[in-house]
């Protein structure tokens, strides 16, 4: 089963609107939540979160699904209000907070058996975000990381919450990522210097470079380079990657 959680409002890319359970045909129909209680009770669940920019996320998302299908009985797909603007990306960051948090009250209490998580640059952020909110995760999956590489120590912003509400934690990252290579860091930059501190770590993505110290993150992190990627979305039908992801399974 194929199916979308939308938080945007309508097919907004700024706004929230209800969190809606929906299928994926044209037109899309509303599902109740009873129906997809009743849809994932004892099943293994896998949701997909798109990052910055995205507007039409279905297609991207549909092609995850297609690497997945015989391994999830039900996939989901997290639409949430990104950005579409060249310079909405810190908005977006703060809208990635909220959605976590959606997110983990859209699951609360849903009878699956496993729940599955994975996240793409700065839907990565909002996995994070769910998981810090409580949300119980048995294999969390962040690819192109658009996050500091230090923040999933367990002495910084995730890395105690990944410890406690994460079976497994992958992280998915490639040095061929000119994306992060580039834009993650300059915004990086503007925010620090946005907030008067002209000092602080190197702002590098964590799915640029990895997490910046191993020895300092959680037990249940694991870290894979990914070397055959060749640029910021190719994840979605990169067999490497996915042969990480089910090796999980």
């Known amino acids: ?6 938080f945007r409002d309508g097919d907004s890319t700024r706004c929230f609107g ?25 099943n293994d669940v896998a949701v997909g979160i798109h990052g910055y920019n995205v507007d039409e996320a279905l ?6 699904y297609d690497n997945l299908k015989d391994a999830y009985p039900v996939f989901c797909a997290l639409t949430w209000p990104g950005s579409k ?9 703060q809208r990635a907070d909220e959605a976590g948090q959606r997110l983990a009250e859209a699951f609360a209490g849903l009878p699956y058996r496993s729940l599955d998580v994975q996240g793409h640059s700065c839907g990565c952020r909002v996995a994070l975000e769910a998981v810090r909110a409580g949300l119980r995760v048995r294999n969390l999956i962040l690819a192109a990381a658009a996050v500091d590489n230090e923040s999933v120590q367990v002495d910084k912003k995730y890395g105690a919450y990944l410890q406690t509400n994460c079976e497994h934690v992958l992280v998915a990252y490639s040095h061929n ?13 503007l925010k620090r210097l946005a907030r008067f501190k002209l000092w602080g770590d190197d702002c590098k993505a964590l799915g640029y470079t990895g997490p910046q110290n191993p020895e300092k993150c959680p037990f249940n992190l694991e870290a894979v380079e990914i070397p055959s990627i060749t ?3 190719r994840y979605k039908d990169n067999k490497d990657y996915f042969d990480a992801w089910l090796r999980l399974i």
Do not use: C, Q
């Not at 089963?1 to 939308?6: D, G, K």
């Not at 603007?85 to 960051?93: D, I, S």
């Open 18 to 42: 209800p969190n809606t359970w929906l299928t994926t045909m044209h037109p899309p129909e509303v599902i109740s939540r009873e129906t997809m209680a009743y849809a994932v009770d004892g």
């Open 231 to 233: 640029g910021h979305s």
């Open 1 to 6: 089963m194929f199916t979308r959680l939308n």
């Open 177 to 189: 990522d000119a994306v992060l290579k580039k834009a993650f860091r300059v915004s990086s930059y």
């Open 85 to 93: 603007m060249r310079l909405g990306y810190w908005p977006a960051e």
């Open 59 to 64: 297609p991207a998302l549909s092609m995850v």
